[in-house]
């Protein structure tokens, strides 16, 4: 019998904005129409992070819950830093996927730390790019979700970009790219929830978290006719 896939869903009150606890419901259910073990642990201000996570999760949120956990979520650099250094997949959506990296510079000029997970930083301005939104990748095809942010994002050297998108949208609406990757660490600001509508990426995240352990349990197809047809719909409306 498969050891049970361990997911961690960080922060659940604080960060889910735009339904983003709902690629924490993804993932269990993907695995469980598949008759397959899976333990979700919620970890909020304070908790311990688990030593067997094999997928964390992190989801956006306002302004001010930022705030709330912001010292915390510093304060778990170090074991954060080294749970991607030794491959446990990552999935940070748009806050998180800000303080995953060096630092977010507000419009007023003030620095907040990050944890440096990814080699990327994010200035605040007045501008939002704002609406649904689809990135082109080569890790996973094509990803669908929908993006409300005014931190623009730079990649450093140490980043690449999860994929490509169209002209003012994504990172910083300049250059095209969209989220970043850093060996099984993955940032974006698709939220929607993003695996909802890509289904493909879901399973390549549970793919890697088995492999990193050693696992090669069969991923059967799934009937995924709902949430192809759901990304089609998203993709062809006006932002």
């Known amino acids: 019998m498969t050891r049970p ?9 604080e960060m889910n904005i735009y339904g983003d606890t709902g690629n924490v419901m993804v993932l269990r259910k993907r695995l469980q129409w598949r008759d397959l073990p899976v ?15 094999d997928i964390v999760l992190g989801g956006g949120g306002q302004d001010a819950a930022q705030g709330e956990i912001g010292q915390d979520f510093t304060s778990r650099g170090p074991e954060l830093r080294a749970m991607a250094d030794d491959g446990v997949v990552m999935l940070a959506i748009c806050g998180s996927y800000q303080m995953l990296g060096h630092e977010f510079v507000t ?30 990748t080569p890790d996973a095809g094509r990803l669908v979700g929908y993006e409300n942010h005014s931190g623009l994002t730079t990649l450093g050297p ?14 910083n609406g300049k250059d095209g790219s ?23 990426f879901a399973d390549e995240l549970l793919r890697r978290a088995y492999a990193r352990r050693g696992d090669n349990p069969a991923l059967e197809p799934l009937d995924d006719t709902l949430p192809e ?11």
């Open 5 to 13: 896939l361990t997911l961690v869903h960080l922060y659940p009150r």
């Open 39 to 53: 333990t979700v642990v919620p970890v909020s201000v304070g908790d311990p992070l688990p030593t067997d996570a």
């Open 107 to 136: 419009q007023e000029g003030l620095r907040i730390p990050g944890v440096g997970v990814l080699d990327v930083t994010t200035q605040g301005q007045p501008v939002r790019l704002i609406g649904n939104n689809y990135v082109d």
């Open 158 to 171: 140490d980043a690449r970009p999860l994929g490509t998108t169209q002209s003012g949208r994504g990172n």
């Open 178 to 200: 969209e989220g970043a990757v850093r060996g099984n660490v993955f940032g974006t600001y698709l939220h929607g929830p993003v695996l909802a509508k890509s289904p493909r």
């Open 229 to 239: 047809i759901a990304a089609r719909v998203a993709v062809g409306r006006p932002r």
